[in-house]
């Protein structure tokens, strides 16, 4: 054997072995979540109308990124795209409701919320990692302080989950909340990356969109949203993401999870009827997909759409994922409220309130801040 033949085998062979070993770190490595199979998605095709071809499908055919021009892009801030100064915080001190009928709301930052009504705490979106990315030291890192320790907070009824990427589904957040959660409820597929993470499957149930589960006399139903899946290359739109209506016999609440602006909002409150307080995705937007989340002023258009009482803007104020200032889906939010006429609430990181008293948290905190 020649030196060049013997040059090309040892390099063919290294390089066959880092490509095994790359399939095996991605199929073994938890954070990565499931990587489903044929067997696994035999039931979505029955329960959810918008599985087909082996993927998940948004109602309104979008395509991911597109070259749309902001109708509204004059209303930008001109900060940079995180903070220069810390955000102002509370620190999350638990309170308990003290009625069926009072509802609670505490923001963490982005998307992750506790969700306090008919006597149960609902977290969603738990993600308290200081970077989102299935590795500690690449990936968005959080620009603001992290207001709650996991033994800060009480006994959970339910996690909700909106969908699989790494800013909504935290391995080591989730593995932290398992004993003190009872139920695990989530879109389909996602069901599969908690069961990998270790997360005991009795506790965990998957949902297609407009399936409802009744906890205790509260409905929790599973809505659309437009957006798309996947937590590694090869699992595009393999588990469903979802919006979520919670809903007793004195409130409806709806989570939008990240969403593009479409006639779902409507479909929703025909169905479900006036929303009490909707908590909308109104930031990480882009003219360059602009069909997967909403501008702040679209957010507000949606607000309209389901009649909603009170509406809060989420999805920023912890991680930069986009390339607008970092205020900036907040301050258009608010501006296009008023003009629309449109009652919403602005709260600190780690602030609860209650809806009833959204007028007391309305302050614009984040012009002082450059």
């Not at 702040?296 to 920023?316: F, K, T």
């Not at 970092?326 to 780690?350: H, Q």
Request: aromatic share 14%; with cysteine; hydrophobic share 40%.
């Amino acid at each position: 054997m020649n030196k060049v033949v013997k040059v090309i085998l040892i390099t063919f062979s290294i390089l066959i072995l880092i490509i095994i070993s790359i399939i095996l770190f991605v199929l073994l490595y938890k954070p990565f979540g499931y990587i489903p199979i044929f067997k696994d998605t035999e039931d979505y095709s029955k329960r959810a109308v918008n599985f087909k071809d082996g993927m998940f499908h948004n109602e309104e055919e979008v395509s991911l990124y597109t070259s749309w021009v902001d109708p509204y892009k004059n209303r930008t801030s001109g900060k940079g795209v995180v903070p220069k100064e810390e955000l102002p915080y509370k620190k999350y001190t638990y309170s308990e409701l003290e009625n069926l009928n009072d509802v609670k709301v505490t923001w963490f930052g982005h998307s992750s919320i506790l969700l306090q009504m008919h006597n149960m705490n609902i977290l969603i979106d738990p993600v308290f990692s200081n970077v989102t990315s299935p590795v500690s030291f690449i990936g968005p890192k959080r620009y603001s302080e992290n207001t709650v320790n996991v033994e800060d907070l009480p006994h959970i009824d339910a996690v909700v989950i909106t969908h699989d990427h790494y800013d909504h589904t935290d391995y080591k957040t989730l593995k932290l909340l398992e004993n003190i959660t009872d139920k695990f409820i989530v879109p389909l597929g996602i069901d599969k990356d908690l069961i990998k993470f270790g997360i005991n499957e009795n506790k965990i149930t998957n949902m297609a969109w407009w399936e409802e589960v009744n906890i205790n006399g509260l409905t929790i139903a599973s809505t659309p949203a437009i957006h798309y899946s996947g937590r590694v290359i090869v699992d595009k739109n393999k588990t469903l993401w979802s919006s979520w209506i919670f809903k007793d016999e004195y409130h409806t609440i709806y989570q939008s999870g990240d969403t593009g602006y479409g006639k779902h909002f409507k479909e929703i409150k025909e169905k479900y009827g006036d929303i009490d307080f909707a908590m909308l995705d109104c930031a990480q937007y882009s003219v360059n997909w602009h069909n997967i989340h909403m501008f702040p002023e679209e957010a507000v258009e949606a607000s309209i759409d389901m009649n909603a009482s009170i509406s809060m803007p989420i999805h920023y104020g912890a991680f930069n994922l986009s390339n607008h200032s970092w205020d900036d889906p907040v301050s258009r939010f608010t501006m296009y409220a008023k003009e629309k006429n449109i009652n919403y609430v602005t709260p600190l990181l780690g602030e609860t309130f209650s809806i009833e008293e959204y007028k007391n948290y309305q302050t614009k905190w984040w012009e002082d801040i450059k």
